[in-house]
T-cell receptor
């Protein structure tokens, strides 16, 4: 399978715990995007990378959120001290270079904070 | 007011009907994506367009940059077309996508 893969598919955690999600983009895709989607809403932009450089970060992301793409391949999104409002589907997408090329999405990580 | 708005929010149709979903935006964009999302979360890119019209099978997407409007049309709709359709605009001079809230389409046999 050469698509975008995300791990885990589902994560249930208690409020206050830290969680980390992983995204493996399509190989040779330089751009990697993180989005968040809540029920009944369209996805919201969180952040994106060009290779290992984080180019933009949404104001939606508080200091509890951090994302990395250390070697320009896979990326991790960490949420510290989770809150119930963090419950959402976290989506990863990749493209070859720019957003005006075809985007490929992973299946997402569904986070539930109890 | 959202920067990207879609209409209608929900749409039901009988199999075979012609479907139109609209997307309007209030910001400067370089291009726009149409995406399809099935239950369970998987999102598939249908089209990316910056001008004119694109066609793929029974799907047609159009965009009018001056009028800040795009449409997705489905001809001869089928129950398997049932999904949420989302437009996402690429802001000018960035690679940031702003998403619409989606249109939930149900096609009944």
């Amino acid at each position: 399978d050469t698509g975008v893969s995300q791990d885990p598919r589902h994560k249930i955690t208690k409020r206050g715990q830290n969680v980390t999600f992983r995204c493996d983009p399509i190989s040779e895709h330089n751009r990697l995007y993180w989005y968040r989607q809540t029920l009944g809403q369209g996805p919201e932009f969180l952040t994106y990378f060009q290779n290992e450089a984080q180019l933009e970060k949404s104001r939606l992301l508080s200091d509890r959120f951090s994302a990395e793409r250390p070697k320009g391949s896979f990326s991790t999104l960490e949420i510290q001290r989770t809150e119930q409002g963090d419950s959402a589907m976290y989506l990863c997408a990749s493209s070859r270079d720019r957003a005006n090329e075809k985007l490929f999405f992973g299946s997402g990580t569904q986070l539930s904070v109890l | 007011k959202n920067e990207v708005e879609q209409s209608p929010q929900n749409l039901t149709a009988q199999e075979g009907e012609f479907i139109t979903i609209n997307c309007s935006y209030s910001v400067g964009i370089s291009a726009l994506h149409w995406l399809q999302q099935h239950p369970g979360g998987g999102i598939v890119s249908l089209f990316m367009l910056s001008s004119g019209k694109k066609k793929h099978g029974r799907l047609i997407a159009t965009i009018n940059i001056q009028e800040k409007h795009s449409s997705l049309h489905i001809t001869a709709s089928h129950p398997r077309d049932s999904a949420v359709y989302i437009c996402a605009a690429i802001l000018t001079n960035t690679d940031k996508l702003i998403f619409g809230t989606g249109t939930r389409l149900q096609v009944f046999p």
